[in-house]
């Protein structure tokens, strides 16, 4: 019983095994992409126990096989060199490193094919072929633009499910990597340089990404969602983004109405509602259908006012000023709060 204790880390890595967030690992492939990614990882598993597995048997053989024996004085036969074994040792790792390397460079020239249907965006059975989505990495946000609608959203990417996204990736400062685990592998986001990549995504849901480039000092808040959706939904989401609809561009209620003069002062000028706005920061047509602040924080009323008076203390590094009482006071923030709220262009459920 006393021995038991060391069996506690092993307890405890099984236990841990079994815990995490849905959709956010690469152990759990969603869609083509993450499947071969994934089948490349249990090949390169099953190599790796085969190899440990003749490397432990040789050499659990060899310790019994010439194990010193009591009254065994002689000294062993030494052999230098064995031109059958060196054979053997050298052909083998060849074989497992072309097992490897094939299937690797096939599926590397497949994620690199972006190439589309050149008829249209639909395809023989009406669905869409493709959607083009040009991802904008900032400190410490992320932008996404839709060139064939002609619109652009902030922190979450809506995508329609069973279609083929084409990525293309760029920052507007330091090196980023855009990393979706359980849709497709990590592609550097890089300072003037375009890089490619496409994924799609079976199931409707909610897949997490994340930032996997040291970027600055809210590197590791640098999170992000991609929505998928069916295509008819995904359409809706894509009309009300270009546009808006009237509780977006002209709220009800005294308060929400105050609330959009407040934006019109204080905020107007970085982040876009509508067609109205700047695009320094994130755009907002959206905010109240987001199910997180920030990139991280729950979007509750108490926590938008938070980041809203102090954002470097959530969010260090950012380029988003402070609104302190001077700047907003309590009672023209709530009112900001309750606008923000109301932007919604889905119809809720």
């Known amino acids: 019983m006393k021995y038991l204790w060391r069996l506690l880390p092993l307890s405890l890595i099984l236990l841990m095994s079994g815990c995490g967030v849905q959709n956010l690992s690469a152990l759990d492939p969603q869609g083509p992409v993450a499947e071969m990614q994934y089948s ?11 190899v440990l597995v003749i490397v432990f048997a040789i050499y659990i053989f060899v310790l019994y096989r010439f194990r010193e024996r009591p009254g065994d004085t002689h000294i062993p036969k030494q052999v230098h060199g ?13 074989l497992l490193l072309l097992m490897l390397a094939i299937p ?10 972006v190439s589309v249907n050149e008829e249209g965006e639909e395809s023989e059975d009406g669905e869409m072929d493709h959607v083009v989505v040009e991802v904008m990495a900032h400190q410490f946000w992320w932008e996404f633009t839709y060139p064939d609608y002609d619109i652009t959203a902030g922190q979450d990417m809506y995508i329609p499910t069973d279609t083929r996204i084409i ?28 890089n490619d990549m496409w994924f799609e995504a079976p199931e409707e849901g909610v897949y997490m990404g994340k930032c996997t480039e040291l970027c600055g000092p809210s590197h590791w808040l640098m999170d992000f969602k991609v929505i998928a959706v069916d295509p008819d939904t995904f359409e809706t989401w894509a009309s009300n983004m270009a546009e808006p609809p009237s509780n977006v561009t002209e709220p009800e209620g005294e308060v929400a109405v105050d609330g959009r003069g407040v934006f019109e002062q204080s905020c107007i000028s970085c982040h876009a509602v509508g067609d109205d706005g700047g695009n320094i920061g994130p755009n907002l047509t959206n905010y109240g259908e987001r199910e997180v602040l920030a990139g991280y924080m729950d979007p509750t009323d108490e926590n938008l006012e938070a980041w809203l008076r102090d954002t470097q203390e959530y969010k260090p590094g950012n380029e ?30």
Not at 82 to 94: A, D, M, V
Not at 104 to 113: C, G, I, K, Q, S
């Open 40 to 50: 490349l990882i249990q090949l390169s598993l099953y190599i790796m126990i085969f």
């Open 82 to 94: 064995n031109r059958t074994l060196e054979t053997i040792w050298t052909t083998i790792p060849i």
């Open 104 to 113: 690797n460079v096939m599926d590397t020239f497949t994620l690199a094919d």
């Open 167 to 194: 990525i293309e990736l760029q920052s507007s400062d330091v090196q980023h990597s855009f990393w979706v685990p359980a849709l497709a592998g990590k592609q550097d986001n890089v300072p003037g340089i375009q």
């Open 320 to 349: 988003m000023p402070n609104f302190d009482h001077e700047a907003i006071n309590d009672e023209e923030m709530a009112a900001l709060i309750e606008y923000l709220n109301e932007l919604k262009i889905l119809e809720e459920e």
